[in-house]
């Protein structure tokens, strides 16, 4: 990675639970390319996890989040702006449904469930984007998670897949919105991966079969590939790509 593409550039990436993380791929990869990194973790269980991968990074800065606790969006942004004084790149990669209604059938999932869902992996995007708006003066690029399992049935993916559907479609609709303030909205659609979130979905070891024998290049992604195509979206070697989803799925999206 040219260590020089993203010098002076500021980026916050939520989602890191261990060394598994797609989010800590993007961590590693934009911090190879120069970026300066603010990393977060969910709560005092999960933070010594995420300890070992700060004392690797090297964030500038490194605070709790969790979306769904009042005012810790807001309070992360606001050690951005005083810290920073700005930000060029945000990437959501978290996700979250409550297991009985992410294992069950669609139409048992619990209206509470699904809008937890909901919330965590889908509209605390659109606050992300909105609290980062007004410190992308020169613009910027933020970045989703998303699976394929938002545009076609993906057997146990279940609950998530409609909630994927929505936050690729909140991608289309920010972007448009943003694109005159030169911030780009990008979701990123890896194939699978083993992590702690994956072990959630049933069945998830034959997911990774399948996607190895069908893909047509047989491989499977792992999270460096993830982050070395966000460093790439990232740059100005990509500025003026919004709006879309990136594969990036050894082509199994094309006959999956
Ligand atoms: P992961 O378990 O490593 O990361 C999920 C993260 O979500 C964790 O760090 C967790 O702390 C965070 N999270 C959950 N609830 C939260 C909350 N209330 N506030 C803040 N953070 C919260 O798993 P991952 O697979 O790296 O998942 C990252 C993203 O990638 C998710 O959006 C997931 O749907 C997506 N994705 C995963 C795969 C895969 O196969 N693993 C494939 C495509 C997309």
Redesign the pocket.
């Known amino acids: 990675m040219d260590n020089k593409l993203l010098s002076g550039k500021k980026a916050l990436i939520?989602?890191?639970?261990?060394e598994?993380?797609?989010?800590y791929g993007c961590a590693k990869m934009l911090k190879s390319a120069g970026a300066d990194i603010a990393i977060?973790y969910?709560n005092e269980k999960?933070k010594p996890f995420v300890d070992k991968i700060a004392t690797e990074l090297q964030p500038s800065i490194y605070s709790r989040?969790?979306?769904?606790i009042e005012h810790d969006l807001e309070n992360l942004f606001s050690e951005i702006n005083q810290k920073w004084q700005g930000i060029d790149i945000v990437i959501h990669?978290?996700?979250?449904a409550p297991k009985k209604d992410l294992h069950g059938s669609i139409i048992d999932s619990s209206k509470e469930g699904f809008l937890l869902a909901m919330d965590?992996?889908c509209h605390?995007f659109l606050r992300m984007a909105k609290l980062a708006k007004p410190l992308m003066k020169n613009g910027g690029t933020l970045f989703?998670?998303?699976?394929y399992g938002a545009v076609k049935v993906v057997e146990n993916y279940n609950l998530?897949g409609p909630v994927?559907a929505a936050l690729e479609s909140c991608v289309r609709y920010m972007a448009v919105e943003l694109g005159t303030h030169k911030i780009r909205v990008i979701a990123i659609?890896?194939?699978?991966?083993?992590?702690?979130?994956?072990s959630g979905i049933d069945e998830f070891d034959q997911l990774l079969e399948r996607a190895q024998q069908k893909a047509p290049m047989h491989t499977l992604v792992d999270?460096i590939d993830v982050g070395s195509m966000v460093t790439y979206l990232a740059s100005d070697y990509a500025k003026n790509i919004t709006g879309d989803t990136i594969y990036i799925d050894a082509g199994y999206h094309l006959i999956g």
């Open positions: 939520i989602g890191i639970a261990n598994s993380s797609i989010a977060t969910l999960a989040c969790d979306v769904t990669s978290i996700a979250f965590i992996s605390s989703a998670m998303s699976f998530m994927k659609s890896p194939g699978p991966v083993k992590t702690r979130a994956a999270v």
